[in-house]
């Protein structure tokens, strides 16, 4: 029997059918998934793969790309994503400069944009994006104030020739000039360099107290084993982009006795049972290390995780404003980031205004040191 709709009723079931398939919460990743970055890119996908099926009771679509560590694709990556898939919200990128080039395109389209690296943006280019890792001021604070606690009066810093090289060394001097502590040699390297020899001998030269490595992931290693190599005893420090177990499986036993700056993910057993981090990081790592095996658990896998977390807050109250696959739900994911209070992740309790999109507080953090080849906690 052949049914007939009269053409209000069919229009209406098309709009209803419309509005479900609308439903669908799409989310674009780009992560360096390959290239000098990978090494982040990859347990950030890792992280994210954790996460549920759906998220505020609404199915979650994942449309995940590979920025190849290259800034010039993450912005291709971006403008594919925000144009051709139509996504709520971008995820990325874990490289610092990768992370820039995202920001400048959601900020340009108007698309939210959750950060897995502590980029630093200038005034006006980061209106869309929000941070789940700790600020590099944040993190350099506690370097700054350990190196005091631990009588160091003198530090060099090597560091990558990128953004997030600039942004350490930037945030590095502020927090030591505050401590009352003297550089004496400042030098740089390129992400895909696989030497330092020339820039190790000129700072080992200078007899610091301490070095502070700006790098990330398994391009921390490099540099850490070339200081040791050329003779240098003082104090090595890295800063929570090396929080990984590359650190320790490239450096070995040269980086024994290196102080790392990290997140509480790294740790959640030192953590209070009254922390609110306490059981999501235990989870977490939990599951991870189930997954990928015992002590993998790592700071980029933690971002990617916590992505999700935030997500599953702030998205219930997006879509008491509007439907997925609008302007009006990108904004409404905004406003809902800025406004709501004390949203629990891995890493800490974000609370972000209107003027801080990075939104961790001082206690998100933890100094940590290798110690027969594992982490060990020495103190805020």
Known sequence: MQIKLRPTLLALLIATTTGMAQADI?????????????GLGIPTKNGIGLWPETIGGEKVKLIILDDASDTTQSSKNA????????????????ATPASVALAEVATELKVPQISTSPV??????????????????????????HMKKEGVKTYAYLGYSDAYGEAWFKAISAAASKAGLQSVA????NRPDTTVTAQSLKIVA?????????????????????LIERGYKGKIYQTHGAASRDLIRLGGKDVEGAFVVAG????????????????????FTSRYEKQYGEGTRNQFAAHGYDAYLLLNRVIPLALKKAKPGTPEFRTALKDAMESEIDIPITQGVLHYTANDHFGLEEKA????????????????
């Open 26 to 38: 799409t989310i674009g990743v780009s992560l360096p998934l390959t290239g000098p970055a990978s």
């Open 186 to 189: 400042t030098e740089r390297f």
């Open 79 to 94: 403008r594919r994503l925000i144009t051709d898939d139509k996504v709520d919200i971008i995820v990325g990128s874990t």
């Open 206 to 226: 200078t007899k610091p107290d301490a070095i502070l490595i700006g790098a990330s992931g398994s391009g921390a290693a490099m540099p850490h084993k070339a």
């Open 264 to 283: 509480l993910a790294m740790l959640p057993e030192l953590l209070p049972e009254s922390h609110p981090s306490k059981h999501l990081a235990t989870d």
């Open 120 to 145: 630093e943006l200038a005034a006006g280019k980061g209106a869309w994006t929000f941070r789940v890792a700790q600020s590099t001021q944040l993190m350099a604070n506690a370097v700054a104030d």
């Open 365 to 380: 953090r933890v100094m940590l040191t290798i110690q027969g080849g594992n982490w060990k906690a020495v103190g805020p």
